[in-house]
């Protein structure tokens, strides 16, 4: 099992590649780099970790018919996420200070609660509060 | 940056966002994230490059305003982040990129000061960057 340490708000923690070929980037980054890479055990939807060196760095999500109309369309992309100490209160503050919300806050269980959001100029993170490690 | 722990090779080390306007984004992720900047600019050229950071850590990124200098001729791209890995010898990487399926869209190129960087779309079709970081990271 690899570790985890929720870090400090603000510290850029975690990339994950969403992409409709998600079996074909898999193939590839464990051939380029070494990545080892696992299904998720804090869920049970189809979800890979990246881990590196024993420490969870990163994941990949599959994009698929269950995304709705649309999903071939979606680009295939690497999204940066942002941990926070508190998802709602940070996305009141990205709004206050001239960002937008593309995803409102919702929970992912086992995981933390998180929300997609995009910058004054348009630039798309999405910020993660870690939920407490239940063990 | 002496003191602080260098990336491993291999794993994801530096976030850069493309930004439309350095100006309002800076002033946005410090409200939002308590960012702190540095002076990058030795990398580009002198034009404007914000290496985020917490408190006194090491920089986790850099933010600079997308323009035809920085970006090159063409169409310029949206704002957007991008993710460096860290890796010991970027030029056999990226040929092993392709070779592995991968399309180059920026061969190996220096960056002053910092080290040598490609940018890659992976066979999935998504963009990610690598680079190796002068003194050879570890």
Redesign the interface.
């Given at each position: 099992m690899a570790e985890f340490t929720p870090p400090?708000?603000?510290?850029?923690c975690w990339?994950e590649?969403?992409?409709?070929?998600?079996d074909?980037?898999k193939s590839?980054?464990a051939?380029?780099?070494?990545?080892s890479l696992e299904q998720s055990k804090m869920t049970t939807m189809p979800y890979t970790e990246i881990h590196?060196?024993g420490q969870a760095?990163?994941g990949m999500m599959k994009i698929d018919e269950q995304w709705g109309e649309g999903w071939e369309n979606i680009?295939?992309?690497?999204?940066?996420y942002?941990a926070?100490d508190n998802c709602d209160e940070?996305v009141s503050?990205?709004k206050?200070?001239?960002?937008n919300v593309c995803v409102p806050p919702f929970d992912a269980p086992g995981v933390g609660r998180m929300a997609v959001a995009g910058?004054?100029?348009?630039?798309?993170?999405s910020v993660i509060q870690f939920a407490a490690p239940t063990v | 940056m002496d003191g602080h722990e260098m990336p491993k090779n291999g794993s994801f080390g530096w976030t850069e966002i493309a930004s439309g306007s350095l100006e309002k984004c800076k002033s946005f992720y410090s409200n939002v994230f308590g960012w702190t900047y540095g002076d990058g600019s030795a990398a580009t050229g002198g034009m404007e490059y914000a290496e985020y950071r917490l408190g006194d850590g090491y920089p986790m990124g850099g933010m600079y305003e997308i323009s035809p200098e920085l970006c090159g001729e063409g169409e310029l791209p949206p704002p957007h982040f991008l993710n460096y890995i860290i890796v010991d010898d970027v030029h056999s990487l990226t040929g092993k990129a392709f070779d592995l399926g991968a399309t180059v869209v920026r061969p190996p190129m220096a960056v002053p000061n910092v080290g040598t960087m490609s940018m890659i779309k992976d066979p999935a079709g998504a963009m990610i960057a690598f680079i190796t970081l002068d003194g050879g990271g570890n």
């Open positions: 400090p708000h603000g510290t850029v990339r590649l969403t992409a409709q070929r998600v074909a980037a590839f980054y051939e380029l780099l070494g990545w590196i060196d760095v990163g680009p295939a992309h690497w999204m940066t942002i926070v940070a503050k990205i206050d200070s001239g960002g910058d004054p100029s348009g630039a798309t993170f | -």
